[in-house]
């Protein structure tokens, strides 16, 4: 089971975005994650006509690494850690580890 997956929102908590929110666009692989709004970078971009694309220097989100990232609790306001729990029933189900509350998911 992941702990962080598409639509978390998620705190940057290292490196030249750290303190940065936003919700996770997509999961790439295991270890990489795209975040709305963290690690924008400008790229050079040539004018693709096949496609309809202007060139020119484009701003776009670059991915970043998922231990650069923690879950935001809405309850504490701040940065969590993500454990995993077992119900009665079978299910797992994530919990913040600060409080050990239920992720809604």
């Known amino acids: 089971m992941r702990k962080i997956r598409k639509g978390d929102n998620v705190v940057v908590i290292t490196g030249k975005d ?5 919700a996770v666009l997509r999961v790439l ?3 990489y994650l795209l975040v709305e709004g963290a690690n924008n970078v400008k790229k050079h971009q040539k004018p693709n006509p096949m496609k309809g694309t202007t060139g020119g220097i484009v701003a776009k989100e ?3 690494h998922v231990s650069n990232v923690a879950l935001f609790n809405p309850t504490t306001q701040k940065a969590d850690r993500v454990g995993v729990k077992r119900l009665d029933d079978g299910r797992s189900v994530r919990i913040y580890k600060s409080n050990g509350e239920m992720l809604e998911a």
Do not use: Q, T
């Open 18 to 22: 750290k303190g940065k929110r936003g």
């Open 29 to 31: 692989g295991d270890d």
């Open 62 to 64: 670059m991915p970043i």
